[in-house]
Nanobody, 121 residues
């Protein structure tokens, strides 16, 4: 059982920055992909950014050039640096991790509880 704990959400003015963190804990053999999703009221959940264990990244077009995803494999932690924030970035952000658990190498797909990001003047 892999648990994800998120931090860093909050209220910020347009143009400001936030850094989200997500720490994974449990018997993890490999964390193949970690990523961030977001969901605004009345909208579908969408992928914001993802990163593989090898460092390959993928971003939604709406955040390219503004957001940066990174990970610290030793700490099983993924980060999302969000710059030049816009009101349309307002959403609940969810951390996601996919990989294999130790022992039987059981696949897992875990989600964090979500953290609110509000961009408003």
């Amino acid at each position: 059982q892999v648990q994800l704990v998120e931090s860093g959400g909050g209220l910020v003015h347009p143009g400001g920055s936030l850094r989200l963190s997500c720490a994974a804990s449990g018997s993890i053999f490999s964390m193949n992909v970690m990523g961030w999703f977001r969901q605004a009221p009345g909208k579908q959940r969408e992928l914001v950014a993802a990163i593989t264990s090898g460092g390959s990244t993928n971003y939604a077009d709406s955040v390219k050039g503004r957001f940066t995803i990174s990970r610290d494999n030793a700490k099983n932690t993924v980060y999302l640096q969000m710059n030049s924030l816009k009101p349309e970035d307002t959403a609940v952000y969810f951390c996601n991790a996919q990989g294999l658990a130790m022992g039987l190498l059981t696949p897992f797909n875990s989600w964090g509880q979500g953290t609110q990001v509000t961009v408003s003047s």
